[in-house]
């Protein structure tokens, strides 16, 4: 059976009758499990969280001209890990208050690397090979190591931050509402496709290191995920009840990456004692460090202190410019979307009632204002909603909000407890390589498979789909190849264009924008009739959920002129017929009213 909501009285609706059936939830959202199991499901939604967080400090670096700065490396990994957390706890708290890690969106990596590529941000060949450079006999030049990356991270940090104050006010406004309109499966599908495929020159470049090791960990994750997945392991396990008894577990399904990382950063540590992986290797006829070694940056467990504070503007004054904004706003509105999705899917996967529209321009707020402290503290990346852990909901049937609130303090403790953001840079680069082949080519296939929404049979569909691909690809290529061939002959108006035409997901989600929006094709035909559907508020109410803000609900709900606040818990999107309700409509409102500001309570209390 199904809870529905019919003129705003709750009814039981029967499989007979047409109405949806539930799927079973072990913990719904408002289901506070016992403390221990708590702490077991809120480590695992953690560990899934790694997987994803880990690579992008790693590419930073890279980006950043100090891919063998072992100390500025575990620096960004322990502030990633510090902002998942904070970013998690606030979104489960006073955000959309679902079942929802955050994390460093991958989103942001393409206009990053655009960024990079400018003439004034690349990496010299004295800033990648050497400290110090001897001018002649009588003096030399010293290069700061950690000036080379932070300069360039000052640069990121400002745009992060400009364009995260967008997302704040697109939340808070409940602007999105508005664009959303227009945006359908014909710009997400070229836009969430392009990031991952405009990124796979990244993981190659880390995987050369060994390309064994890289084929091997995606090969096991493959094997895991793919192969093991339904396959249950016997662990010893304890309950009052059934006291010590074996339990099965499926743990190839719900830790693929992490297995894969462990086992193959333990045979990288074999082959490093045996000294099968030679200390250096031939990398663009240089002679460099081989990071396929296990200790190739151990001195950086000496060098990072235990605990670590990430503060804001601790890296300096952070500087803007107008390219670098552009190509952070494109990948922002690129986020948003995306997560507008993670929001509902979420709430199906939980069999939760869907977010209503305060809920989800308070998310959307949340995560812009989770992204300017990002930005502040020096992560390099925003915040955004991780697909992943919501699609683990489905498997582990827990969607406790208290699970996920504690998975954010742990995230919170993992960054403050620096020797275990020094013991994570240890790990190969080739075994990073290999999960971030994975991670791209998923982020590729999820906006291949919006293309579900849409007539695909439609010569109009297939030609506008084409052209946003395929110059998305061509165009950002050309560009990388052919440096200084933009010359409009404003320097910062030619620094935008080259961001923005280098970026391979702006280019094919502006053009699918506009031909999707100009060329004629039924809403049917377009898909955005189906797409729509997966975006609005369902009418039927499955499991209440409190989406209201805590605290500070019952004194908004006094106050008449927060309905016109998109983030209120009362706010209305027509607030002139709130003075208009029926009294019927009234005594279903004070009855929501009276049940939400309950404590709910279950398997030991909370609320």
């Not at 998690?88 to 393409?110: C, E, M, P, W």
């Not at 995260?164 to 945006?183: D, K, P």
Request: glycine share 8%.
């Amino acid at each position: 059976e199904s809870m529905e909501v019919e003129e705003g009285n709750l009814r039981t609706a029967r499989p007979d009758d047409g109405g949806e059936t539930e799927e079973r939830i072990i913990y719904g959202v408002e289901d506070v499990p016992l403390p221990h199991l708590t702490v077991v499901f809120a480590l695992q939604q953690a560990i899934l969280a790694l997987g994803s967080t880990l690579s992008i400090p790693f590419i930073l670096t890279n980006q950043l001209c100090s891919s063998t700065n072992a100390d500025a490396r575990a620096q960004l990994l322990c502030i990633s890990m510090f902002m998942c957390g904070v970013a998690t706890i606030l979104q489960t708290t006073f955000g959309v208050r679902l079942g929802i890690i955050q994390g460093g969106s991958h989103n942001f990596l393409a206009p990053i690397i655009a960024m990079m590529a400018l003439e004034k941000w690349k990496c010299t060949e004295e800033e990648l090979h050497i400290d110090s450079i001897s001018v002649n006999s009588n003096y030399t030049i010293t290069i700061d190591r950690d000036e080379v990356w932070q300069r360039r991270m000052r640069e990121i940090q400002g745009n992060l931050m400009l364009a995260s104050i967008v997302q704040l006010v697109l939340g808070c406004t409940g602007l999105m509402g508005f664009f959303l309109r227009y945006i359908g499966p014909l710009t997400i599908a070229p836009t969430i496709s392009l990031i991952g495929l405009s990124l796979t020159a990244v993981a190659a470049d880390i995987n050369q290191y060994h390309w064994g090791i890289a084929m091997l960990t995606l090969t096991l994750i493959g094997l895991f995920s793919l192969y093991l997945g339904r396959v249950k392991v016997p662990i010893p396990s304890f309950s009052r009840e059934k006291k010590c008894h074996m339990t099965t577990y499926p743990i190839f399904q719900l830790m693929p990456v992490i297995l894969s990382v462990a086992l193959c950063w333990i045979l990288s540590y074999i082959l490093t004692v045996t000294d099968v992986i030679s200390p250096t290797i031939v990398i663009n006829n240089k002679n460099t460090t081989n990071l396929a070694r296990t200790d190739a940056r151990l001195d950086v467990l000496n060098t990072m202190p235990w605990f670590y504070f990430p503060y804001p503007f601790q890296f300096g004054t952070p500087t803007v410019s107008v390219a670098g904004f552009a190509g952070m706003l494109a990948a922002t509105i690129s986020s948003i979307i995306e997560s507008v999705g993670d929001y509902f899917a979420a709430a199906r996967l939980s069999n939760a009632e869907a977010p209503p529209p305060h809920a989800v321009n308070r998310g959307i707020a949340t995560e812009g204002f989770a992204s300017i402290i990002s930005g502040m503290v020096g992560a390099g990346h925003p915040t955004t909603s991780y697909s992943g852990n919501i699609g683990a909901i489905g498997i582990t049937k827990v969607a406790s909000r208290r699970v996920f609130q504690v998975a954010g303090v742990t995230l919170l403790l993992s960054g403050i407890i620096g020797k275990f953001g020094a013991v994570l840079t240890l790990i190969p680069d080739p075994i990073i390589g290999g999960t971030l082949t994975v991670v791209f080519g998923m982020v590729g296939a999820v906006g291949i498979s919006v293309l579900q929404f849409m007539d695909m049979s439609s010569t109009r569909n297939l030609t506008i789909l084409a052209l946003s691909m395929i110059l998305g690809l061509m165009v950002p290529q050309w560009l990388l190849t052919h440096p200084n061939s933009i010359n409009t002959g404003s320097e910062d108006l030619d620094q935008v264009l080259e961001v923005l035409l280098t970026t391979a997901m702006f280019v094919g989600g502006v053009i699918g924008f506009i031909l999707d929006n100009t060329v004629p094709g039924t809403k049917e035909e377009r898909g955005l009739l189906r797409w729509r559907e997966t975006l609005e508020a369902s009418q039927k109410r499955r499991k209440p959920v409190q989406y209201n803000m805590p605290f500070v609900t019952r004194i908004i709900k006094r106050i008449k002129c927060c309905v016109y606040f998109p983030i209120s818990p009362t706010f209305s999107k027509s607030p002139l017929t709130c003075c208009k309700k029926t009294k019927k409509q009234k005594a279903y409102e004070l009855d929501v009213v009276t049940t939400d500001i309950k404590p709910v309570q279950q398997n030991g209390g909370g609320t």
